[in-house]
């Protein structure tokens, strides 16, 4: 699934012409590449504060970009309604169109979406009922969509084995394998990181990443550098937690095993609850969801930093 720059130029041609947005899509003031904003440093800034920053019962979250940088997807949720659905931007020329629900959307949950490193495919989980049901499922599914000349197509769910991929919260690498949150047989916490590859044109069984990086507490919420040499996930309730879900990182050996996991600390962590890790297409930045309550409101932001601070937790013999 690599991209190369013929296929890159095709996209962008493509995406000039049809993305499977509305032709009367508005302006929205924001310019140029990530909305005009200025590059965080090592301290983490407020991401896209008009668009993602909501409150209670609103929701804004899984914000993540095309592989040329000129589709922006984020989810939006209602609490009270309880309803998820995805919504879609473009940069039209310089200027970004408003927020639209995308195409694949339903009358179920939809959330947790990672674009293909092609540009080509997008995965997300929802409960939507599986083909051949008409009830929604009482657990969530990778489900998936193909980018066309006329934009997506319908969504199916991911295959593995002849079975369907009963999971959560997918991110993908260059080489299309698949990392997401999912509930094992002898797992002992209630959620762990797994991995599907992509072989002749199909997923594998899932694989868990390890006791190092699974234990007895939650770990979910999976983002993994394109060339899998490292992984974020967010660990709830984790005793040395600064708030409810604090990020951790974790980073490939050369054996191929991974190595423990290491909290993001300060200032990426806080008494709040930090998850939802994405990253920028060139991996610069990392996007991730911060949720803090004031007054018994709760409320979310969407934050970015440089990544360069991903090097500050690098173990020495893996620089």
């Known amino acids: 699934m690599r991209i190369t720059k013929i296929k890159m130029a095709a996209l962008?041609?493509?995406?000039?012409?049809?993305?499977?947005?509305?032709?009367?899509?508005?302006?929205?003031?924001?310019?140029?590449?990530?909305?005009?904003?200025?590059?965080?440093?090592?301290?983490?800034?407020?991401?896209?504060?008009?668009?993602?920053?909501?409150?209670?019962?609103?929701?804004?979250?899984?914000?993540?970009?095309?592989p040329c940088g000129r589709e922006f997807y984020y989810t939006v949720?209602?609490?009270?309604?309880?309803?998820?659905?995805?919504?879609?931007?473009?940069?039209?020329?310089?200027?970004?169109?408003?927020?639209?629900?995308?195409?694949?959307?339903?009358?179920?949950?939809?959330?947790?979406?990672?674009i293909s490193h092609d540009g080509y495919r997008i995965f997300f989980k929802s409960w939507r009922p599986l083909p051949g049901k008409i009830d929604p499922e009482f657990t969530s599914y990778i489900w998936n969509v193909r980018r066309y000349n006329?934009?997506?197509?319908?969504?199916?769910?991911?295959?593995?084995?002849?079975?369907?991929?009963?999971?959560?919260?997918?991110?993908?690498?260059?080489?299309?394998?698949?990392?997401?949150?999912?509930?094992?047989?002898?797992?002992?916490?209630?959620?762990?990181?797994?991995m599907s590859e992509f072989v002749n044109g199909s997923y594998s069984f899932p694989v868990s990443l390890g006791s190092v990086l699974n234990t007895e507490y939650i770990e979910g919420d999976v983002c993994v550098a394109a060339d899998k040499s490292f992984i974020i996930v967010a660990g709830w309730d984790r005793p040395e937690n600064s708030g409810e879900s604090d990020l951790y990182i974790s980073f490939r050996?050369?054996?191929?095993?991974?190595?423990?996991?290491?909290?993001?600390?300060?200032?990426?962590?806080?008494?709040?609850?930090?998850?939802?890790?994405?990253?920028?297409?060139d991996e610069k930045y990392i996007?991730?969801?911060?949720?803090?309550?004031?007054?018994?409101?709760?409320?979310c932001d969407t934050y970015w930093v440089d990544a360069k601070i991903i090097e500050t937790f690098r173990p020495v013999d893996s620089k």
């Open 12 to 66: 962008i041609i493509v995406l000039s012409i049809s993305s499977g947005f509305k032709l009367n899509s508005r302006p929205t003031g924001y310019h140029g590449a990530y909305f005009g904003q200025k590059p965080p440093g090592l301290t983490p800034e407020i991401f896209a504060q008009k668009i993602l920053s909501k409150k209670q019962p609103e929701w804004a979250y899984d914000c993540v970009f095309s």
């Open 150 to 194: 006329t934009g997506w197509s319908e969504a199916e769910p991911v295959i593995y084995d002849g079975e369907y991929l009963p999971a959560g919260h997918p991110s993908i690498s260059s080489d299309g394998t698949l990392f997401f949150r999912y509930r094992g047989e002898n797992d002992k916490g209630n959620a762990d990181t797994y």
């Open 77 to 114: 949720s209602d609490l009270e309604k309880k309803t998820d659905q995805i919504m879609s931007m473009r940069m039209v020329g310089n200027v970004w169109t408003e927020p639209e629900p995308v195409s694949f959307n339903s009358d179920h949950v939809s959330n947790n979406l990672c």
């Open 287 to 299: 996007f991730f969801m911060r949720v803090h309550v004031s007054n018994d409101v709760a409320s």
């Open 253 to 281: 050996e050369k054996d191929g095993t991974w190595s423990a996991l290491r909290n993001m600390g300060e200032p990426v962590n806080t008494i709040y609850n930090e998850n939802n890790a994405m990253l920028s297409p």
